[in-house]
Nanobody, 119 residues
């Protein structure tokens, strides 16, 4: 069983919204942090940090999503969400969920879910 499974990606017009979900096979309360990263295929860019939430619930965001994206976790469902509003074409990417079980870095990754924003 995959440790992390994302869903919720799709195609949306600029200004629209999507909610990504990441279901963990382990208890999310056991992870120090859970985060979302993204990578735009063909852009030449490395995978970039989007948002993360630590065990205490404190979130952190990349500057380019502040005020538009919200990360949250539901430990009862072992799920982390990324609510994305006011989407822009430059948000088009494969979005990956990640978990950090050791506080030393993200050591579990999902397979990714495609988000495409059309202008």
């Amino acid at each position: 069983q995959a440790p992390l499974v994302e869903s919720g990606g799709g195609m949306v017009q600029a200004g629209g919204s999507l909610r990504l979900s990441c279901v963990a096979s382990a208890r999310t309360s056991d992870f120090y942090a859970m985060g979302w990263f993204r990578q735009a295929p063909g852009s030449g860019k490395d995978r970039e940090f989007v948002a993360r939430v630590i065990r205490s619930g404190v979130p952190a965001y990349a500057d380019f999503v502040k005020g538009r994206f919200t990360i949250s976790r539901d430990d009862a469902k072992n799920t982390v969400y990324l609510e994305m509003n006011s989407l822009k074409p430059e948000d088009t990417a494969v979005y990956f969920c990640a978990a950090d079980s050791t506080a030393l870095g993200y050591n579990f990754w999902g397979q990714g879910t495609q988000v495409t924003v059309s202008s």
